[in-house]
């Protein structure tokens, strides 16, 4: 608040106003204050609007006001926001970690909107972004560990959905992808050679 009261002084209309009043959004969302959070939000987002439309931190933005909008439940704005992140995210960073969680998150809001095909199909899209930045991802496994457990809710998810689909064969593919990928991290971490000893076939 204190960092707030300077800016809107010194630097109104600012990246760095924006970014503050962003920030007092997410305390308040953090809290359970939902009205709150969405004022701090819409509020770095007409700034941004004018000084970074289409940039990455308007689509972060817009992700942030499409939770809050979900879990008001209030579908249809969700739905919009997301939508909105997805576009600018596809063009700037395709690959992202933020594309992925966007990709859910519409998922979510489509999945209880009743559109489960969609909403499977983005799921789906989710999950293989993910498992490329895992390829990717250096530092320990205990970091490796916690990017994919902070994820683990869209297997999930998407496994549940698939169920509900009647389509139970796909759902266990999915759970046991997962598990999968965690097991050659392990085996890749401690360095063993699982072909040593072993029939080529």
């Not at 308007?58 to 704005?77: F, T």
């Not at 993910?130 to 970091?143: A, F, I």
């Given at each position: 608040?204190?960092?707030?009261?300077?800016?809107?002084?010194?630097?109104?209309?600012?990246?760095?106003?924006?970014?503050?009043?962003?920030?007092?959004?997410?305390?308040?969302?953090?809290?359970?204050?939902?009205?709150?959070?969405?004022?701090?939000?819409?509020?770095?987002?007409?700034?941004?609007?004018?000084?970074?439309?289409?940039?990455?931190?308007?689509?972060?933005?817009?992700?942030?006001?499409?939770?809050?909008?979900?879990?008001?439940?209030?579908?249809?704005?969700?739905?919009?926001?997301?939508?909105?992140?997805?576009?600018?995210?596809?063009?700037?960073?395709?690959?992202?970690?933020?594309?992925?969680?966007?990709?859910?998150?519409?998922?979510?809001?489509?999945?209880?909107?009743?559109?489960?095909?969609?909403?499977?199909?983005?799921?789906?899209?989710?999950?293989?972004?993910?498992?490329?930045?895992?390829?990717?991802?250096?530092?320990?496994?205990?970091?490796?560990?916690?990017?994919?457990?902070?994820?683990?809710?869209?297997?999930?998810?998407?496994?549940?959905?698939?169920?509900?689909?009647?389509?139970?064969?796909?759902?266990?593919?999915?759970?046991?992808?997962?598990?999968?990928?965690?097991?050659?991290?392990?085996?890749?971490?401690?360095?063993?050679?699982?072909?040593?000893?072993?029939d080529a076939s």
């Open positions: 608040q204190k960092a707030l009261a300077i800016l809107e002084k010194v630097a109104p209309g600012s990246d760095f106003l924006a970014d503050t009043e962003a920030n007092l959004g997410t305390i308040a969302a953090d809290r359970h204050e939902t009205n709150e959070a969405e004022i701090h939000y819409r509020r770095a987002l007409e700034i941004l609007r004018k000084t970074a439309p289409e940039s990455m931190g308007m689509a972060e933005l817009l992700d942030y006001l499409g939770q809050l909008a979900h879990d008001g439940g209030d579908a249809a704005k969700g739905e919009e926001y997301e939508r909105h992140a997805l576009a600018i995210q596809e063009k700037l960073a395709p690959d992202s970690t933020a594309l992925a969680e966007s990709l859910a998150m519409l998922a979510s809001v489509l999945r209880e909107k009743g559109n489960a095909e969609e909403s499977a199909k983005l799921y789906a899209e989710a999950i293989d972004v993910l498992d490329r930045q895992m390829t990717r991802l250096g530092g320990s496994s205990e970091v490796r560990a916690g990017f994919r457990g902070k994820h683990a809710t869209y297997y999930a998810s998407y496994a549940d959905l698939l169920v509900e689909q009647k389509k139970p064969e796909l759902a266990f593919d999915v759970l046991e992808r997962s598990r999968g990928r965690t097991l050659l991290e392990m085996l890749a971490a401690a360095r063993v050679d699982i072909r040593q000893g072993i």
